[in-house]
């Protein structure tokens, strides 16, 4: 390691290639952990999912039958790497059901809140005018307009003053 000026540490050759090797080992084991904790828990899961919303594994698999008949190279590369990841396709479906279901039952709550409530109002008995309404506020707009000089915009001198 040697040392800038400004003091930031600076790897050279072989201590570089030690710490990228060191982090795709650490990134290698703790992937492989997550694989071995969601393949014990992928049954579990497809099973919360389908009792949750079984239409997100239905589209799921819409999904890659469509890209199955768009290109059938890829399709099978996409069934291969399914079937690697199952575990995590499974955590990715039952989050996926999660979300929308609570998304869904939320939606119902604030439904049935704004059926159930009711609003206080007062009917009012008086007639409006809206002739004279209209009248008045056109009358007070081009006061407004008579009274702004659109020449003091324009004019940098006064404003400076």
Request: aromatic share 14%.
């Given at each position: 390691?040697i040392?800038?000026?400004?003091?930031?540490?600076?790897f050279?050759?072989w201590?570089?290639?030690?710490?990228?090797?060191?982090?795709?080992?650490?990134?290698?084991f703790?992937?492989?952990g997550?694989?071995y904790?969601?393949?014990?828990l992928?049954l579990?899961l497809?099973?919360?999912?389908?009792?949750?919303?079984?239409?997100?594994i239905?589209?799921f698999?819409k999904?890659?039958?469509?890209?199955?008949q768009?290109?059938?190279v890829?399709?099978?590369?996409?069934?291969?790497?399914?079937?690697?990841l199952h575990?995590f396709v499974?955590?990715?479906?039952?989050?996926?059901a999660?979300?929308q279901?609570?998304?869904?039952?939320?939606?119902e709550?604030?439904?049935q809140?704004?059926?159930?409530?009711?609003?206080?109002?007062?009917?009012?008995n008086?007639?409006v005018?809206?002739?004279?309404?209209?009248?008045e506020?056109?009358?007070?707009?081009?006061k407004?307009?008579?009274?702004l000089?659109?020449?003091?915009?324009?004019d940098?001198?006064?404003?400076?003053?």
């Amino acid at each position: 390691m040697i040392n800038n000026r400004g003091g930031f540490v600076q790897f050279r050759g072989w201590q570089s290639l030690l710490i990228t090797f060191g982090f795709l080992l650490l990134l290698y084991f703790i992937t492989r952990g997550l694989y071995y904790i969601l393949s014990l828990l992928a049954l579990p899961l497809l099973l919360a999912t389908i009792i949750l919303k079984y239409q997100v594994i239905l589209n799921f698999f819409k999904g890659l039958g469509d890209i199955f008949q768009r290109s059938p190279v890829l399709g099978i590369g996409a069934g291969l790497l399914v079937a690697f990841l199952h575990p995590f396709v499974v955590a990715f479906l039952f989050f996926r059901a999660y979300a929308q279901f609570k998304s869904g039952r939320t939606q119902e709550e604030v439904e049935q809140q704004k059926m159930g409530e009711y609003v206080d109002y007062e009917e009012v008995n008086e007639a409006v005018d809206t002739d004279t309404l209209l009248e008045e506020l056109n009358r007070e707009k081009r006061k407004e307009e008579d009274e702004l000089n659109y020449w003091d915009l324009l004019d940098d001198d006064k404003s400076k003053k």
